[in-house]
């Protein structure tokens, strides 16, 4: 774990008080093998809100993945008894849903796949973010009896229903380090861009966050990477790679903001 100190909240500036000294900011959320942190880096407001998105990607829409496979975890007894959700179609035709302890599930590692930032491609653009596909990976250790058990001729696991939330994420993880790489006094409020998506104040966040057909990473040693690069006008733009050691999983692009 590596930490960079920054004694003010990255999202709205608040300095550290006696009853909110401010708490460390994880880069990467923990729950993805994040090992990054901004050390007094978020103010209770500004962390119940990262903290409100960063659960629905990761206890909702990665709960399947996270815990068939071994991710961290601050709640161990919780992942034993976990049961998963899944939705079947029996062979008379009834939609019910089930639950499937963890470790008869399979491990599916689903990520969305956005239209690239809107702000990038000059697309016209209303709101949120727009998935235009998945990318899956399933596990072979998948012993693929819950048809077989319940006497279903589908099954189907819930996965990426909040899309808004997975890009709010990627928005955070890209302007969290920038703040480590650049300084949080590089970064003048107004001129982050994605700042007010993040905190939910706008719901713009596919104007600056999505993905490129332009891939910028090969097979990666490590569990995510980050690129950053500045374009013309101290623009300040990431690539964020999850589960990096995968070649063909999507990246996203971020348009974070302007360096000053
Ligand atoms: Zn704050």
């Given at each position: 774990m590596t930490k960079t100190r920054i004694g003010q909240c990255i999202y709205c500036r608040a300095r550290p008080t006696p009853s909110d000294p401010l708490s460390d900011e994880h880069i990467f959320p923990f729950g993805i093998y994040g090992k990054q942190q901004l050390g007094k880096a978020s103010c209770k407001t500004c962390r119940d809100i990262t903290s409100d998105f960063e659960g629905k990607v990761q206890q909702d829409d990665m709960k399947n993945l996270r815990s068939v496979i071994d991710f961290p975890t601050r709640h161990l007894k919780r992942k034993k008894e976990l049961k998963l959700p899944h939705e079947i179609v029996t062979k008379s035709g009834e939609v019910k849903v089930i639950e499937v302890p963890s470790k008869h599930a399979p491990a599916i590692m689903v990520l969305s796949v956005f239209k690239a930032p809107a702000h990038l491609s000059n697309e016209a653009y209303e709101e949120g973010i727009e998935m235009t596909g998945y990318f899956m990976n399933t596990s072979?250790?998948?012993?693929?009896?819950i048809a077989q058990d319940h006497n279903a001729t589908e099954v189907a696991i819930y996965s990426l229903r909040w899309p808004e939330a997975w890009g709010r994420m990627f928005a955070k993880i890209a302007y969290a380090f920038a703040v480590k790489e650049y300084?949080?006094?590089?970064?003048?409020e107004e001129d982050v861009y994605v700042l007010n998506a993040i905190l939910g104040k706008t719901n713009d966040i596919g104007k600056w966050v999505g993905c490129d057909?332009?891939?910028?990473?090969?097979?990666?040693?490590?569990d995510q990477a980050v690129g950053l690069w500045i374009v013309e006008d101290n623009e300040l733009h990431a690539v964020i790679k999850l589960?990096?050691?995968?070649?063909?999983v999507p990246e996203y692009h971020v348009r974070i903001g302007k360096l000053s």
């Open positions: 072979t250790k998948y012993p693929g009896t300084g949080l006094s590089r970064f003048k057909r332009e891939r910028v990473f090969g097979d990666e040693f490590d589960f990096a050691w995968l070649n063909s």
